[in-house]
């Protein structure tokens, strides 16, 4: 396959192992419509998740973070940059075993057209 042989593959990292998958969820988030599901820090002075209760949810700790040689890789290998103008998509040219050019989503299509024809 042309493609495979032309891609340009990234630098050589350790297999990328996360300690958890799953997202850390809001306590009560499901139980009512206005608590987002995003994690907070449980902060009552009876919260069975604060006080590690078994048979409840995890806190975020910082134990539960990622390798820092691997922290912010895609599956690719990559870390994402973000790209806004024509000047950034130089800076990425040079790195670009390292990192991978995401487009910012509020570009024109014309600026668009010639950053993709650019890389």
Known sequence: NIYNSMAIKPVAHKKI????IKKFVRFESEDFPGVGASW????GIDNPVRRRFRG???CAKIGF???KKTRHLTPTG???FLIR???ELEILLM???TYAAEISSNISARTKATLV???
Do not use: E, L, Q
């Open 95 to 97: 790195n670009n075993r």
């Open 17 to 20: 192992i996360k300690k958890r």
């Open 85 to 87: 103008n024509p000047a």
């Open 56 to 58: 409840n949810r995890k």
């Open 117 to 119: 024809k650019r890389a």
């Open 78 to 80: 990559f870390k994402k």
């Open 65 to 67: 973070g990622s390798d």
């Open 40 to 43: 907070r820090k449980p902060r």
